[in-house]
């Protein structure tokens, strides 16, 4: 575990990617952008060639063009959209975000993306895997020079916090359909709820409204009018504690109940 300190002091417990888990990661991307461009090279020539439009120069400069376009642009634009993500990160439950764990931005991304092409492809993985293996969180030149690391969005949830379902949203979270969500949205919530009162006025509500933006397309209906992001949050997690609390004491129950019945049968009635 690694600990992120928030402008407002506030101490975060993560637990950082390690240089495997971001080593494969990095290597699915690569496979992916690299067929990706292939294709689109091959359709762009394909192409030119039967319009009798290609050159050399222009040859060139479409494979410029496609080169940014495919390893520059495409994974900034899919990490922006995705809070840090991507396909490689997905299967291995990684997240990039900020160093005072917040979600990452075009910014972030795009310094990101420019190092990339030095750190992977240019050298082979070479000097990302130079940088992590000295780095004690397995950070790259990229994540250094945007502010922002890989974490692992399996970690376990915190079991000590008390998080309780707001009196008025009780009626709209007992009928809501909450459907299954990330678990490491589901650990950055609670963290959130656990920390919030450490955070000033405006860094809470500011992260709480980035929270509840995330969570929404999971949540159906929607909350009542007016519904501060923090309740709407602390609705959320509170009904999932108590419904996975209770799904567990039921199966507690029926188990008991079956092995009851069993110890009662008659010898020879027994499976």
Do not use: K
Request: glycine residues 8%; hydrophobic residues 45%.
């Amino acid at each position: 575990m690694s600990t992120l300190v928030t402008g407002e002091a506030v101490a975060l417990d993560v637990r950082a990617a390690s240089l495997a888990a971001r080593a494969v990661s990095c290597a699915v991307d690569v496979v992916v952008y690299g067929i990706g461009y292939s294709g689109i090279l091959f359709a762009a020539g394909w192409v030119l060639t039967r319009t009798e439009l290609i050159d050399s120069l222009l040859g060139r400069t479409l494979g410029l063009l496609l080169t940014v376009l495919t390893f520059v642009l495409i994974p900034c634009t899919v990490e922006t959209l995705t809070r840090g993500r991507s396909l490689g990160r997905l299967i291995c439950g990684l997240r990039i975000v900020r160093e005072d764990g917040g979600a990452i931005t075009f910014r972030h991304a795009f310094i990101r993306a420019l190092l990339w092409q030095f750190e992977v492809i240019a050298t082979g993985g070479g000097v990302a895997a130079l940088v992590g293996l000295l780095s004690p969180q397995s950070r790259r030149l990229g994540d250094y020079l945007a502010g922002t690391l890989a974490v692992n969005e399996r970690a376990g949830i915190p079991a000590t916090a008390q998080i309780r379902v707001p009196a008025r949203l009780v009626p709209w979270i007992s009928r809501a359909d909450v459907s299954a969500f990330p678990a490491g949205l589901h650990y950055r919530m609670v963290q959130f709820l656990v920390t919030a009162d450490q955070r000033s006025p405006e860094s809470r509500l500011e992260r709480a409204i980035e929270l509840a933006e995330e969570v929404n397309p999971y949540i159906a209906p929607a909350p009542p009018p007016g519904t501060h992001p923090e309740e709407f949050i602390a609705a959320i997690i509170g009904h999932t504690r108590y419904e996975f609390a209770r799904r567990t004491e039921q199966a507690a129950r029926t188990t008991r109940d079956f092995r009851s019945r069993i110890g009662t049968l008659p010898y020879g009635q027994r499976l």
